[in-house]
């Protein structure tokens, strides 16, 4: 079974909007990762949260985690057209494994 | 720098034909993990090998899925024999040392989209 769970499953904003994405999770966690997949193609890693950090950042993106409710989010400041693509959080468990969640699918309207 | 290489990207096939596909992780990558994608189940994690060795395949739907890791430049998966409900997109993805310290963080192909008639 999917070990993350996704929230809303389809966005669509405004260009310039930002756009949040959440992830809720079932176990215990080393990291949490986010990923970005365009129409067609294979999945791009776009940021990692360890299991003690409450937050990152890097460039337009923001990331949280609450271990305490097994969640995570993702926000993308100032959104653009070419943001549109689906949203994968996956979650690394101490088994090695890499599990994903079902996605977000993003759409960035003109 | 190459990355993950998968072929075919494409492949129809009928149903009961055995199926191949392939993959060629990132060099110095130890870890090779092979996805499934569909509209209905999301990304499947089938099986995964470290050091060419499989580690979990608990993923692995049927008997007639398999996979194998012969050196650290390959891996196959292979169905056979094959089932419309097998369509999907498959994905190799590959990472170097998962550990406590390191992230895990994934190089995925792109992918092999595969329909069985």
């Known amino acids: 079974s999917q070990q993350g769970e996704e929230d809303p499953q389809a966005l669509s904003i405004q260009e310039g909007e930002n756009a949040t994405m959440n992830c809720s999770y079932k176990?215990?966690?080393?990291?949490l990762q986010w990923y970005r997949q365009n129409s067609g193609r294979g999945l791009v890693h776009l940021i990692l949260i360890r299991s003690n950090e409450r937050e990152k950042h890097s460039g337009r993106l923001r990331v949280t985690l609450d271990t305490s409710k097994k969640s995570s989010s993702l926000l993308i400041t100032a959104s653009r057209a070419a943001d549109t693509a689906s949203y994968f959080c996956?979650?690394?468990?101490?088994?090695?494994?890499?599990?994903f969640g079902s996605g977000t699918r993003l759409s960035i309207r003109p | 720098d190459a990355g993950v290489i998968q072929s075919p990207r494409h492949e129809v096939t009928e149903m009961g034909q055995e199926v191949t596909l392939r993959c060629k992780p990132i060099s110095g990558h130890d870890y090779l993990f092979w996805y499934r994608q569909t509209m209905m189940r999301g990304l499947e994690l089938l099986i995964y090998?470290?050091?060419?060795?499989?580690?979990?395949d608990s993923g692995m739907p049927e008997d007639r899925f398999s996979a194998k890791m012969p050196n650290a430049s390959f891996s196959t998966l292979k169905i056979q024999p094959s089932e419309p409900r097998d369509s999907a997109v498959y994905f190799c993805?590959?990472?170097?040392?998962?550990?406590?310290?390191?992230?895990?963080?994934?190089?995925f192909g792109e992918g092999s989209r595969l329909t069985v008639l």
């Open positions: 996956a979650v690394y468990s101490s088994a090695s494994k890499i599990i």
């Open positions: 993805a590959s990472t170097v040392r998962i550990g406590t310290v390191n992230t895990g963080e994934l190089f």
């Open positions: 090998f470290n050091n060419n060795v499989p580690i979990d």
């Open positions: 176990t215990s966690i080393n990291n």
